[in-house]
């Protein structure tokens, strides 16, 4: 019988010491360590394995042939524009979220639809037969081709595919399977780790594309270790509250397409459905005629996507001003906030500001810095910007506006949604043509002042 000895893991990078470190030697992450139980073998060391010989040979990168690459479309516009364009075959996909977003509904949904030409496994380790059965009824999936199993041994479930060969397989989820030949518990670095192994080798081997189902901790991470990540060919995050019925789909890797793209559903009673233009969305109940709201531009990937930005400047009640973002950097709010006090006389040191992006969109591109800003001295100076104005462009240090990229796809979109004036940098005038039709006033602005003096302010 093996000797039980107990070792310390990192969750991040998996490295393991014999004893508990408050800081990780190898990624530097604090807090990061966990005790798992093992058993050694009787000599210490884990017996040797035989080494395979490759019949693989090194080839010509010009002598490989894409031309039967094939990709399963999920009958989702949203999921296969975040995913490239659909299932790659063999791909490894790995989707993470927190509880209750919609993981599991999203893959039934899948079924529903791939399931009329393929034969699809799935496999769940956290719900028996019958409580899939019950959640397929309610979202109206009945397929004769999905195949339903309830495991956990990660050993089982690889012999199974073998034998089913199916067209995808869904795992639900890696924090449930078990290597039996590992004595820590499921969930557990090593576990994840080796289990994800398998499953890789497994759909490599057969060419079998793989989603596999992951739980986030408490950061918002994926749990276990962050090799996980490396592993799978593609990282998809589910975004939103889940109180609210808006999700949104993001790509964090994806080896088989861009990371950029996003896509936006509405959970309902019958599933996750998919909404088609999230600048709608997002901009529905905008109140009119009240200072301190200003509609931005980002870019999603290929995708211009208008959002309301509200900003609320009161003064302080203690004796430093509070400052709080959500939807939006904090750094960077705070740095909008003292090129407006320095370079353009708006003083803001006394007053509480808080910046609110509406609907659940995070705002990561400098473009809707000016937006951002607008909005703040909107509220400030209580200056109404009219429900038909729209403004993007990134703001320097000395208070300039810098000019952004894909200028005429952003105006298109506003001019598109209705929207009447486009205030943007100056710099984005020159090569932008707009149809002769178009009727969207479009003033180019150099500074902040400028772009408050197009308002009237």
Known sequence: MGKIKSVFVCSQCGYESGKWYGKCPSCMEWNTFSEEVRESSKAGLPAPQKRVRSSSMPVRISEISTQDEERYYTGSKELDRVLGGGIVKGSLVLLGGDPGIGKSTILLQICNHLGKILKILYISGEESKRQIKLRASRLGVNCENLLVMTETDVEVIADQIQTEKPDLVMIDSIQTMNFKELSSSPGSVTQVRECTNILM?????????????????????????????????????????????????????????????????????????????????????????????????????????????????????????????????????????????????????????????????????????????????????????????????????????????????????????????????????????????????????????????????
Not at 323 to 352: I, P
Not at 415 to 437: E, Q, T, W
Request: contains cysteine; neutral net charge.
């Open 201 to 457: 080798r497994t759909s490599k081997m057969l060419d079998i594309p793989c989603i596999v189902v992951g739980h986030v901790n408490k950061d918002g991470a994926i749990a276990g270790p962050k090799v996980l990540e490396h592993i799978v060919d593609a990282v998809l995050y589910f975004e939103g509250d889940k109180q609210m019925s808006y999700r949104i789909l993001r790509a964090v890797k994806n080896r088989y397409g861009s990371t950029n793209e996003i896509g936006v559903f509405q959970m309902g009673d019958t599933g996750l459905s998919e909404v088609e233009n999230p600048s709608l969305m997002l901009l529905s109940g905008r109140p009119k005629n009240v200072s301190g709201t200003c509609v931005a531009c980002t870019m999603e990937g290929s995708r211009p996507i208008l959002a309301e930005i509200q900003g609320l400047v009161t003064n302080s009640g203690y004796g430093n001003a509070r400052r709080m973002s959500t939807g939006f950097d904090y750094n960077r709010m705070s740095m909008l906030l003292a090129v407006l006090e320095k370079k353009c006389g708006y003083f803001f040191s006394s007053m509480d500001a808080y910046i609110n992006v509406i609907g659940g969109l995070r705002l990561d591109e400098p473009a809707t810095d000016l937006a951002v800003a607008l909005a703040l001295v909107s509220s400030l100076k209580e200056i109404v910007v009219p429900e038909d104005v729209l403004a993007f462009g990134e703001v320097g240090l000395t208070g300039e506006i810098r000019s952004v990229n894909r200028a005429a796809m952003r105006v298109s979109e506003a001019a598109r949604l209705g929207f009447r004036k486009c205030i943007l940098p100056y710099h984005n005038l020159k090569g932008l043509v707009m149809p002769s039709d178009s009727e969207i006033e479009i003033i180019g602005v150099r500074s902040i002042r400028d772009a408050v003096a197009a308002l009237g302010g």
